[in-house]
């Protein structure tokens, strides 16, 4: 059973910066693109960023581009997110998910398609 654990959330003043951290542990996700997602109060579910295996091929909604940053370690089977001029709007709760294969931007922002969910890390962001 493929268990994701995110931590880095927390509380950051507009401008500020915070890094979130996945890591995967209990099944074969090392192969697969890894991706965040988030979820504002009252809002649905919406894609951040995805990242192919080899770290070389990466998507950003466009409302984070620029700003954040994808990344991930496969020696140590984990996708970060480096989040640098954060915005009151960056509100919310991440999530990090793996477990499908890489392919076209159409697919990869879809949450449906990810089968292995971490439990969330929440981001507020105010001053």
């Known amino acids: 059973q493929v268990q994701l654990v995110e931590s880095g959330g927390g509380l950051a003043q507009p401008g500020g910066s915070l890094t979130l951290s996945c890591a995967a542990s209990?099944?074969?996700?090392?192969?697969?693109?890894m991706g965040w997602f988030r979820q504002a109060p009252g809002k649905e579910r919406e894609f951040v960023a995805s990242?192919?295996?080899?770290?070389?091929?990466?998507y950003y909604t466009d409302f984070v581009k620029g700003r954040f940053t994808i990344s991930r370690d496969n020696a140590k089977i984990s996708v970060y997110l480096q989040m640098n001029s954060l915005k009151p709007e960056d509100t919310a709760v991440y999530y990090c998910?793996?477990?499908?294969?890489?392919?076209?931007?159409?697919?990869?922002?879809?949450?449906?398609?990810?089968?292995?969910w971490g439990q969330g890390t929440q981001v507020t962001v105010s001053s």
């Open positions: 998910a793996a477990g499908r294969p890489w392919g076209s931007r159409d697919t990869m922002t879809r949450g449906t398609g990810y089968p292995y």
């Open positions: 209990g099944g074969a996700v090392s192969a697969d693109a």
């Open positions: 990242i192919s295996w080899s770290g070389n091929n990466q």
